[in-house]
């Protein structure tokens, strides 16, 4: 996807009461951070933030913290957020690799919804399902682990299943055909589009119990 800079987007985008500005501070305090002991969901990859948005109004009981790299990206989710009086949703500006520095055993999900397939064999650490990247997140999840993944690439989506299993990650639920199965979904902005124009979606639950 290419994206359209936006002028002054990391300005306008502080703006607003849902951006974290200095996230490494809350490392190990997010409770804090919202006020109560509930459930963190996050997801890495956020984009305009159509999916965090609708998780957030439908599950006020969860905590929800978009993680997204392009400022331009999520000043539109910031726009978004404005029209909603949401208290359990936070977007921070920031690279995947960095979530160690963040996060510190406090998270419940991880989603990963159409993430970059990076389809180069020289690029595939950088897969949000990667070694690399699992590792990480085996830092910063409470107690089990679970990652929930959607995506059209069907590449990326064995190379997942694979990794996740080499993890220890159990596939709860697995479909190649996501709006055909009984499970229950949220739509992306991406998702949106690729139903319309007859894209199968994969969908994997995996979670790894300690």
């Given at each position: 996807?290419?994206?359209?800079?936006?002028k002054?987007?990391?300005?306008?985008?502080?703006?607003?009461?849902?951006?974290v500005e200095?996230?490494i501070?809350?490392?190990?305090?997010?409770?804090?951070?919202?006020?109560?002991?509930?459930?963190?969901?996050?997801?890495?990859?956020?984009?305009?933030?159509q999916?965090?948005?609708?998780?957030?109004?439908?599950?006020?009981d969860?905590?929800?913290?978009?993680?997204?790299?392009?400022?331009?990206?999520?000043?539109?989710?910031?726009?978004?957020?404005s029209?909603?009086?949401l208290?359990?949703?936070?977007?921070?500006?920031?690279?995947?690799?960095?979530?160690?520095?963040?996060?510190?055993?406090?998270?419940?999900?991880?989603?990963?919804?159409?993430?970059?397939?990076?389809?180069?064999?020289?690029h595939?650490?950088?897969?949000l399902?990667?070694?690399?990247?699992?590792?990480?997140y085996d830092?910063?999840?409470?107690?089990?682990?679970?990652?929930?993944?959607?995506?059209?690439?069907?590449?990326?989506?064995?190379?997942?299943?694979?990794?996740?299993?080499?993890?220890?990650?159990?596939l709860?639920?697995?479909?190649?055909d996501l709006?055909?199965d009984?499970?229950?979904?949220?739509?992306t902005?991406?998702?949106?589009?690729f139903?319309?124009?007859?894209?199968k979606?994969?969908?994997?639950?995996?979670?790894?119990?300690?």
């Amino acid at each position: 996807m290419r994206l359209r800079n936006v002028k002054n987007s990391w300005e306008k985008m502080l703006e607003s009461k849902y951006i974290v500005e200095n996230p490494i501070e809350n490392k190990g305090k997010w409770a804090n951070v919202f006020k109560n002991d509930h459930p963190i969901h996050i997801e890495i990859g956020m984009g305009k933030g159509q999916f965090l948005l609708t998780m957030a109004e439908k599950y006020p009981d969860i905590n929800f913290i978009g993680i997204e790299k392009y400022s331009s990206v999520l000043l539109r989710a910031t726009e978004k957020a404005s029209e909603k009086n949401l208290n359990n949703l936070l977007f921070i500006c920031m690279d995947a690799k960095e979530i160690r520095e963040v996060f510190a055993h406090e998270i419940s999900v991880i989603y990963l919804n159409f993430s970059d397939p990076w389809p180069k064999s020289r690029h595939a650490k950088r897969r949000l399902t990667s070694p690399l990247f699992l590792s990480l997140y085996d830092n910063i999840f409470k107690d089990e682990k679970h990652i929930i993944q959607k995506t059209d690439n069907i590449a990326l989506f064995a190379y997942s299943l694979e990794e996740l299993s080499k993890h220890g990650y159990v596939l709860e639920r697995v479909s190649l055909d996501l709006a055909n199965d009984n499970i229950i979904n949220v739509l992306t902005e991406y998702e949106e589009k690729f139903h319309s124009l007859g894209y199968k979606i994969c969908y994997v639950e995996a979670i790894k119990k300690e």
